[in-house]
């Protein structure tokens, strides 16, 4: 399994980006997925989840109405677009993939909001 996140950076309060995750080595159209951050200091967060065909996303309330997880099964690729990007929002994303009982982590990027 890998999973390979990018579309990280540094970013003004207010702006946005958009992360992709590549996935590979499992049947990506088959999985539910996960994006989790985590922030300097504090524990993994999880921030948003999607189902197998993408219908049924789900959202931590801190980002509820700013951000949106999609997916592309043709492509094997993951997305959350972020808007409305405020500074604690700052950390390190991660996609995630639960397959044949073990969870597997890209290893993230980075996300700075700062002016």
């Known amino acids: 399994v890998q999973l390979v996140e990018s579309g990280g950076g540094l970013v003004q309060p207010g702006g946005s980006l958009r992360l992709s995750c590549a996935a590979s080595?499992?049947?990506?159209?088959?999985?539910?997925m996960r994006w989790y951050r985590q922030a300097p200091g504090k524990e993994r967060e999880l921030v948003a989840t999607?189902?197998?065909?993408?219908?049924?996303?789900n959202y931590a309330d801190s980002v509820k109405g700013r951000f949106i997880i999609s997916r592309d099964n043709s492509k094997n690729t993951l997305y959350l677009q972020m808007d409305s990007l405020k500074p604690e929002d700052t950390a390190v994303f991660y996609c995630s993939v639960l397959w044949v009982g073990r969870r597997y982590w890209g290893q993230g990027t980075q996300v700075t909001v700062s002016s």
């Open positions: 080595g499992f049947t990506f159209s088959s999985c539910g």
């Open positions: 999607i189902t197998s065909d993408g219908g049924i996303p």
